[in-house]
Nanobody, 123 residues
Framework: HVQLVESGEGEVQAGGSLLLSCQGS????????MGWFRQAPGKEREGVAG???????YYADSVKGRFTISRDDAKNTLFLQLNSLKPEDTAMYYC??????????????????WGQGTQVTVS
């Protein structure tokens, strides 16, 4: 399994930005396809962004052009840069590692190792 710890929670006004981080332990994030997900109260968990082992990025339509997923291999850390934030972006955000068969997916069922989440609030 991959142990993941998120950080970067915060409250920001609409139009602002936040940077979320996800640090892996025991295993290298570079060896896994990784993703960011979010869940707001009363709503289903949704995939936000993913990155394949070769570095290719993919995004949900709702965040495309505003969010950027990236990876710092030297620090074994995954990032999500959130720009132009809207109130509807308010949610708990989770990073996750996918099984090799789930690479390229934003379906939560294709991910098996999850962090505890970090709260993003946009007002």
């Amino acid at each position: 399994h991959v142990q993941l710890v998120e950080s970067g929670e915060g409250e920001v006004q609409a139009g602002g930005s936040l940077l979320l981080s996800c640090q892996g332990s025991d295993y290298t994030i570079r060896s896994y396809c990784m993703g960011w997900f979010r869940q707001a109260p009363g709503k289903e968990r949704e995939g936000v962004a993913g990155i394949r082992r070769d570095g290719d990025e993919y995004y949900a339509d709702s965040v495309k052009g505003r969010f950027t997923i990236s990876r710092d291999d030297a620090k074994n850390t995954l990032f999500l840069q959130l720009n132009s934030l809207k109130p509807e972006d308010t949610a708990m955000y989770y990073c996750a590692a996918a099984r090799i068969s789930g690479c390229g997916s934003l379906d939560s069922g294709d991910y098996y190792s999850w962090g505890q989440g970090t709260q993003v609030t946009v007002s």
